[in-house]
């Protein structure tokens, strides 16, 4: 089945400064990539996704950009401010067809 | 829309007693899942459905229990509750279907403690 990987666990940036998180998956089949911000007792909540078909979306300060020859997508935070800390994770499904399988999650904290 | 309700909030069960979760939906999505989240980890898939009297394992189905009988409800029932158990547990839907954006709606969360 689908295995997805995220690094790194924990991430401190400058507020301003920016952050990249990067997720690897292993089913050649799947084509959707959401990400999801957990605040600090909340719910997940989605933040951006991509499909197989794009290669990059951008959506104002937030991009995601999918390589899927190499099997990898990543998680790109410009001008990074305080409420931009959470838990940041990245999933992978074969869309319309099944499950979604979450990555381990990477904690972004933002130094003022 | 109340979107995803899950009851109830928090729990203490000890070791051996069984309880349901309930959670429903008002968005007639026919997508549901079932996460556990341990905490500082990411989200376990437990359970997931398609639709009404259809449902499959996830990635840890061991020790738990579903069934959907309609398209707004679907409970998961822990049996013999087992400290390792403990957890927070979320219930999702989505819309999956032609032209759907594939996003899925996270319950509040219920917190169970088994001891």
């Known amino acids: 089945g689908e295995n997805v990987e995220q690094h790194p666990s924990t991430l401190s940036v400058q507020e301003g400064d920016s952050a990249v998180i990067k997720c690897t998956y292993s089913?050649?089949?799947?084509?959707?990539f959401p990400w999801y911000k957990q605040e600090l007792g909340k719910r997940p909540q989605l933040i951006i996704d991509i499909r197989s078909n794009v290669g990059e979306k951008k959506d104002q300060r937030i991009a995601v950009t999918l390589n899927k020859t190499a099997k990898h997508f990543s998680l790109h935070i410009t001008e990074t401010q305080p409420e931009d800390s959470a838990v940041y994770f990245c999933a992978a499904s074969q869309g319309g067809a099944s499950k979604i399988i979450f990555g381990s999650g990477t904690r972004l904290s933002i130094r003022p | 829309n109340a979107g995803v309700t899950q009851t109830p909030k928090f729990r203490i069960l000890k070791i051996g007693q069984s309880m349901t979760l309930q959670c429903a939906q008002d968005?007639?999505?026919?997508?549901m899942y079932w996460y556990r989240q341990d905490p500082g980890m990411g989200l376990k898939l437990i359970y997931y459905s398609v639709g009404a009297g259809i449902t499959d394992k996830g990635e840890v189905p061991n020790g738990y229990n579903v069934s959907r009988s309609t398209t707004e409800d679907f409970p998961l029932r822990l049996e013999l509750a087992a400290p390792s158990q403990t957890s927070v547990y979320f219930c999702?839907?989505?819309?999956?279907?032609?032209?759907?954006?594939?996003?899925?709606?996270f319950g509040p969360g219920t917190r169970l403690t088994v001891t």
């Open positions: 999702a839907s989505s819309h999956r279907g032609s032209g759907s954006t594939y996003e899925q709606y």
């Open positions: 089913d050649s089949a799947s084509n959707y």
């Open positions: 968005m007639n999505h026919n997508y």
